[in-house]
């Protein structure tokens, strides 16, 4: 389907060329003064030096072309050579319903659809999901929606970090607490049990208290290296163990996703490709890209235009152990032989940029990755407690994702059992629908690379740009469609096609049928920028749209059935346009709140 914009210039280029002038000038945008016109074409001024006129009589030619325009109610010059436009309610109207009956509502697939992987989520297994893992999940959800809603082909990757310091940490804490552990017996040669020897809830108190150990006791900390150590070179009763924590801990994880809405296609992780790393540095150095700096093997990944210090990737460090480099460049080495992606983009914390570029340089460098395959880095911000620093419970402490999730899920409660003038058993099960929403509206809505203040009262309003707010207009849809159809037990509001909209009969509506006309681009433009925050200002603007016109209407009321069913046929567009919109963002709505 074509767009509004495209349809109005590309009338507009005929005009320019009938009136003789390049049709490369119709280019049309919304109007900066709203007051004075919908859309407006500049392009007569830029026109006046090469055809040696003023710009107001170019407008003049174009504008007097467009007298009969049926995509314009209004064409008309004004100095010193703007061409105002406002689209015609009858063109406006046949959009709207071309666009209902299309099954993505106009949006258009790719024309060269992608395989990409999208690295997101990352958490540790064994240690608590935070609030930093937040971000990560709930952008790289939308993303992965958006890419697949255009065509793209997205598989989405966990990358578990599951091979690091925090395994031998657990393992020398719970050697202390439980010596007599056959996983500890170096001479023992049987089977291992299959049960693990810690249930989720022990293991959540085993990390923190080793890891705040570790920090004082540097003698407990040289253990917890050597046991990683030997975990990593293979030692057989730590890997049952490592085997163990991981499976209590992604089970635990599989819950903590699910309740986000957030899902992966493959739960991965370092361990995965650890094999793959001798082979990788042997070739990277007989390749001579790899050498050895002050005992520690280094590649070189500096350009001429830095203008700040690349320092070299370290792919092994003086005791030959393999860093988190290592292991994501043979992740990449990985993936680009099992999936060959178009794409790799990771959803990571901004504060690991330069990790990502070393990578990503290395990676190209040493040929991991095909010329034309893209390794994006997409960096998010901090979210912020309302004090302006890093988000923390009330004691300081970091905060666990549960914890957060409740505490907002506890006020949509009260929130909504306020509002509510009868009882309904299922405000809990509505509090937790709407509180998904204001988490995951309130960290979308901001520019992923920003920090933006996590606030839990403005995240749960109702009113203003929040998630709440979204689906109390797509509620208030519901419950307006509900009404007529028990007002009107024959006519079935899903009946009323989008073919009914008639044109607009007042500004609110003609405002609601433009931003609806707007959802195309506005999904293309967030999922090409990968910026779920378009998406959410547009969703933002439909709604405010929606509001002014239910404000100002009145629709139960209305006594012309013709007029009364485009305006239910208006809602039915405006409910599939927002549902649409929260679903891509990764949300949704209840029936009632
Ligand atoms: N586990 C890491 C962390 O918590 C994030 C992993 C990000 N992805 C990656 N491929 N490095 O910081």
Redesign the pocket.
Known sequence: MIKLLQRMETELAQAFEGAGYDAELARVTVSNRPDLCEYQCNGAMAGAKRYHKAPIQIAQDVAARLAHSPVFDKAEAVKPGFINLDVSGTFLAGFLAEMGTMEKLGVETAASPRKIIL??????VAKPLHV??LR?AIIGESIKRLCRYLGHTVIGDI???DWGLQMGLIITELHKRKPELVYFDPAYEGEYPQEAPFTIGELEEIYPCASARSKEDEEYRQEALAATHEMQQGRRGYIALWKQILQVSVEDLHKNYEKLDVSFDLWKG?SDVQSYIPDMVRSMREQGFAYEDQGALVVDVREEEDTKEVPPCMLLKSDGAAL?TT??LA?ILERMKLYDPDEIL?V??KR?EL??IQ?FRCARRTGLVKPETDLRFLGFGTMNGKDGKPFKTREGGVMRLENLIRDIEDEMYTKIVENRSVKDTDARGTAQVVGLAAIKYGDLSNQATKDYIFDVDRFTSFEGNTGPYILYTIVRIKSILTRFSEEHPDAKPAACSPAQILPPVSESEKALMLSLAGFAPAVENACEERAPHRLCAYIYEVSNALNSFYHETRILAEEDSGRQASYIALLLLTRKVLETGIDLLGFSAPDRM
């Not at 690295?119 to 540790?124: L, Q, S, V, W």
Request: net charge negative; charged share 15%; proline share 4%.
């Open positions: 690295d997101y989520g990352g958490p540790n930093g893992h990560s990358h578990l970090g370092e988190y292991t994501d992740t990771y990571v914390d690991q990790h990502f990578v």
